[in-house]
């Protein structure tokens, strides 16, 4: 089976803790890319960060970083000091080729709906 | 650049109606997909194209139709709306690059469709 589960549904944090946003994945590929994406209030969704299966070095931006690890099939993003305007909902995505490699699709996991108070 | 843009945001169909929702792209990227979220399920993929002139089916593909006539343009069709069709419909687009896989999507901003 390949997909993306995000186990946390909501979290909810005070202003200026941190947060990890589970992220586990299920795929027979060797080759594959893991995504975040956030969905602010507004409804958008945005991009944050892509990283392939073959490089499992973290990654740090900010106060935000990422943790993968492919002995557990996890992608964790962790958000330093949170704040009012982290709210939003947070995907964790996995790309796959389909139909013999030719293409691909992202499938997403549910979403984990983050809320920050002040 | 514009990036995605869909059209229109919002929408109100009765039950049996037909409509077709907006998608553009002015980034001339290969790939295009309609998604359509529903509240705590996450995306799921109706239907996707690598090209002008090329779709293909994704998870959820019933009761919608598409065409890619060019590369700018993707819209999505419902032929006879249904109320399990109520959601909100993303657009996106990406590169193809040498390896598509790591193509981040860009996403538009989304139509709000209701079926009563």
């Known amino acids: 089976a390949q997909k993306v589960t995000q186990a946390q549904t909501e979290i909810s944090v005070v202003e200026k803790e941190d947060v990890t946003l589970d992220c586990v994945y299920e795929?027979?590929?060797?080759?594959?890319?893991l995504f975040w994406y956030k969905q602010p209030p507004s409804g958008e969704l945005v991009f944050l960060i892509r990283?392939?299966?073959?490089?499992?070095q973290n990654e740090i931006s900010g106060r935000y970083s990422w943790n993968f690890q492919k002995s557990t099939s996890s992608f964790n993003f962790t958000i330093t000091a949170s704040q009012v305007v982290d709210s939003a909902v947070y995907f964790c995505?996995?790309?796959?080729?389909?139909?013999?490699?030719?293409?691909?699709?992202?499938?997403f996991g549910k979403g984990t709906l983050l809320t920050v108070n002040p | 650049n514009a990036g995605v843009t869909q059209t229109p945001k919002f929408r109100i169909l009765k039950i049996g109606q037909s409509m077709t929702l907006q998608c553009a792209q002015d980034?001339?990227?290969?790939?295009m997909y309609w998604y359509r979220q529903d509240p705590g399920m996450g995306l799921k993929l109706i239907y996707y194209?690598?090209?002008?002139?090329?779709?293909d089916k994704g998870e959820v593909p019933n009761g919608y139709n598409v065409s890619r006539s060019t590369t700018e343009d993707f819209p999505l069709r419902l032929e006879l709306a249904a109320p399990s069709q109520t959601s909100v419909y993303f657009c996106?687009?990406?590169?193809?690059?040498?390896?598509?896989?790591?193509?981040?999507?860009?996403f538009g901003n989304g139509t709000r469709l209701t079926v009563t």
């Open positions: 194209s690598v090209g002008a002139g090329i779709t």
């Open positions: 995505a996995l790309s796959l080729t389909i139909r013999g490699g030719s293409n691909y699709k992202l499938t």
């Open positions: 980034m001339n990227h290969n790939y």
């Open positions: 795929t027979r590929d060797t080759t594959y890319y």
């Open positions: 996106a687009s990406s590169y193809r690059a040498n390896f598509p896989l790591n193509s981040p999507l860009h």
């Open positions: 990283r392939n299966s073959f490089d499992e």
